[in-house]
């Protein structure tokens, strides 16, 4: 059993000291009103949810059900753990692919790996680990767009 199988992970996200909100492609997006950090399990999405405006964290549970306000600037941060690899998938988004011009709509992900990715929430959708492990395993939850 490794630590991570005993719960001991965690995220660490730096920003400049020039803006409260962190961004893709080297521009700072401001009015983030959530980021949500999704550590890819070998068998389930865990979830946490941070405020932008206050910076509290929220422990959310596997495959948890993301909220946000339509129109909205929704920061994720996806890490994998464990040994699979993983598809992320969010249909009916596309975000940029950090470090390139390139507009992506899915991210593979292996052991160790981090994706960060910011997205206007236009309409709810459900996000999911396509891979055949992920699917198998039954990793997605609902990402879902409140008026």
Not at 49 to 54: L, Q, S, W, Y
Not at 110 to 122: D, I, Q, R, S
Not at 136 to 147: A, E, K, L
């Amino acid at each position: 059993m490794t630590t991570t199988d005993r719960g001991l992970f965690g995220a660490l996200i730096v920003r400049p000291a020039s803006s409260t909100n962190w961004a893709q492609g080297g521009k700072f997006t401001k009015g983030v009103s959530r980021e949500y950090v999704l550590y890819l399990g070998d068998d389930a999405f865990w979830g946490m949810e941070i405020d932008g405006a206050t910076g509290k964290q929220t422990a959310l549970g596997a495959n948890p059900n993301l909220i946000a306000q339509q129109n909205t600037n929704v920061n994720f941060h996806l890490i994998a753990l464990g040994t699979n690899f993983h598809r992320f998938e969010l249909p009916g988004y596309q975000w940029i692919d950090p470090g390139t011009h390139f507009t992506i709509n899915q991210k593979i992900l292996g052991p160790l790996e981090k994706h960060v990715f910011t997205v206007k929430a236009t309409r709810s959708s459900r996000y999911q680990d396509t891979a055949f492990a992920g699917k198998v395993q039954g990793m997605r939850g609902d990402f879902i767009v409140s008026h």
